[in-house]
T-cell receptor
Framework: ETGVTQTPRHLVMGMTNKKSLKCEQH?????MYWYKQSAKKPLELMFV???????ENNSVPSRFSPECPNSSHLFLHLHTLQPEDSALYLC?????????????FGSGTRLTVV | AQSVTQLDSHVSVSEGTPVLLRCNYS??????LFWYVQHPNKGLQLLLK??????LVKGINGFEAEFKKSETSFHLTKPSAHMSDAAEYFC??????????????FGQGTILTVHP
C-alpha cells in the first residue's frame, strides 16, 4: 500500500447512473490530484486541490464533479457519463502542490461505462 | 512549455541482461524529472527523481537514471533485469517555472517485458 487508498477498485455504471469515487490519504499531504489514464494515451491531469481549494480544472466536462472536504479526502462525483469516459482514474497526493515534492499515487479505480 | 518523449513503446530483455529505457524531454526552465513504474492493475510508484542535485540519480530496485542537459535526456537503466521488473514505465517532466510550474507531464509509457 502506498498510503493513498482509492475505492472502489472497479466500477461498472450505466450512462444514467450517479456514482462517486473516493480517495483517502493519511500521509499529511496538503495537495491532492485526480488523473485519468486511458488506453494508448498519456496520463491526463483532471483536477488539483491544494489545502482543500481547487487550483486546477483542466477543462474537464461538468459530468465530472470533484469535492475535497478536507486535506485527507478527495471525491470524484460522476453522472451521465459516456462510454469514452471508461478509464483508470488515479488519485495522487503530495506535500504541497508542486512536482518537486513527489507524488504518491493510489492504485486507481477502473471505471467502465456501459 | 514542457514535453517528454519516450523513444520506445516496448522493450524486451532477457532476465539478467541490462535494461535501458530512453526518455527525452523539453523544458523552458530547469526541470524536475521522474520515472514512475506501473505494474498491472496497480497505481504508479515513484522509482526515482531528479531535482537539480546530482545528475546521476539512484532509485529503488537497482534502477538509476542520468540527467544529461546537453542531450535533454533522462534515460533509465538497470544492470540486470529481474522478472519482477516487467511493468510499464513512465518518464515525467515538470518545469521549474513558467505556466507549467508544478505540473507533471507524462510520457506515453514504455512496456518492459522480461523473458526467462
Amino acid at each position: 500500500e502506498t498510503g493513498v487508498t482509492q475505492t472502489p477498485r472497479h466500477l461498472v455504471m450505466g450512462m444514467t447512473n450517479k456514482k462517486s469515487l473516493k480517495c483517502e490519504q493519511h500521509l499529511g499531504h496538503n495537495a491532492m490530484y485526480w488523473y485519468k489514464q486511458s488506453a494508448k494515451k498519456p496520463l491526463e491531469l483532471m483536477f488539483v486541490y491544494n489545502f482543500k481549494e481547487q487550483t486546477e480544472n483542466n477543462s474537464v466536462p461538468s459530468r465530472f464533479s470533484p469535492e475535497c472536504p478536507n486535506s485527507s479526502h478527495l471525491f470524484l462525483h460522476l453522472h451521465t457519463l459516456q462510454p469514452e469516459d471508461s478509464a483508470l482514474y488515479l488519485c495522487a497526493s503530495s506535500q504541497e502542490q508542486g512536482a518537486v515534492y513527489g507524488y504518491t499515487f493510489g492504485s486507481g479505480t477502473r471505471l467502465t461505462v456501459v | 512549455a514542457q514535453s517528454v518523449t519516450q523513444l520506445d513503446s516496448h522493450v524486451s530483455v532477457s532476465e539478467g541482461t541490462p535494461v535501458l529505457l530512453r526518455c527525452n524531454y523539453s523544458s523552458s526552465y530547469s526541470p524536475s524529472l521522474f520515472w514512475y513504474v506501473q505494474h498491472p492493475n496497480k497505481g504508479l510508484q515513484l522509482l526515482l527523481k531528479y531535482t537539480s542535485a546530482a545528475t546521476l540519480v539512484k532509485g529503488i530496485n537497482g534502477f538509476e537514471a542520468e540527467f544529461k542537459k546537453s542531450e535533454t535526456s533522462f534515460h533509465l537503466t538497470k544492470p540486470s533485469a529481474h522478472m519482477s521488473d516487467a511493468a510499464e514505465y513512465f518518464c515525467v517532466v515538470s518545469d521549474g517555472g513558467g505556466t507549467s510550474y508544478g505540473k507533471l507531464t507524462f510520457g506515453q509509457g514504455t512496456i518492459l517485458t522480461v523473458h526467462p
